[in-house]
Structure formats: C-alpha cells, structure tokens
C-alpha cells in the first residue's frame, strides 16, 4: 500500500526558508510523477510543482518559480521542497502527491496518492 508522509511544515517569518519532505513507501516509484500541491483556507488546492521521479521535466507554478525548488533523494525514497523567500500568501497545507501513470501535470486528476498534509504558516 502507497503512503506518503509529509513533513517540515511550520512556522516562519516572510522572507524565511522551509524545506518540506515527503516520503514516499508501497512502491518502486521509478515511473511515477510526484507533485506538491497545497491549499490555503477557503481556497481550492493549489498546484505547486510536478515532477517526475526519474528525473524527467519539472514544471512549477508561476506563483512559486524561482522561489521553490523540488528535489529528490531515491536512496531514501523521499521528494523534497525546498521553499525559499517565503511570503505570506504562501501559507497553506501542503500536500505531497504521487501519480502512477507517470504524467507531470498540474492536474489533481493525475495523482493517485496523497499524504495528509503539513502546515505552512508565513507572518508577515
């Protein structure tokens, strides 16, 4: 059974840096896509950034380029963001999301995992 557990969240000051991890168990993760999507209260959820676990295109939202960075780390089975220059429109729980038909897209329809979600609160 896939589970991805999210964690890293928290507080921080606006211009502040947080790193989220996500690690991922149940599977051989190779072909699949694997995103962060995130959603603020009262907002719909937000794709963040897509990727493909086999290191393949990477496509961020316009919101968070340059900003946030995605990584990987195969030997623990775990993806990472990095979010640097925070704000506080960034604040929202963050979901990690994995997607076995191996399609990077900023679709939700595409993941078939999701974590539980960590918190990410920026004061300003």
């Known amino acids: 059974q896939v589970q991805l557990v999210e964690s890293g969240g928290g507080l921080v000051q606006a211009g502040g840096s947080l790193r989220l991890s996500c690690a991922a168990s149940?599977?051989?993760?190779?072909?699949?896509?694997m995103a962060w999507f995130r959603q603020a209260p009262g907002k719909e959820r937000e794709f963040v950034v897509a990727?493909?676990?086999?290191?393949?295109?990477?496509y961020y939202a316009d919101s968070v380029k340059g900003r946030f960075t995605i990584s990987r780390d195969n030997a623990k089975n775990t993806v990472y963001l990095q979010m640097n220059t925070l704000k506080p429109e960034d604040t929202a729980v963050y979901y990690c999301?994995?997607?076995?038909?191996?399609?990077?897209?900023?679709?939700?329809?595409?993941?078939?995992?999701w974590g539980q979600g960590t918190q990410v609160t920026v004061s300003s």
């Open positions: 999301a994995a997607g076995s038909s191996g399609v990077v897209s900023g679709m939700a329809y595409h993941y078939d995992y």
């Open positions: 149940g599977r051989t993760f190779s072909n699949y896509a």
């Open positions: 990727t493909a676990w086999s290191g393949g295109g990477t």
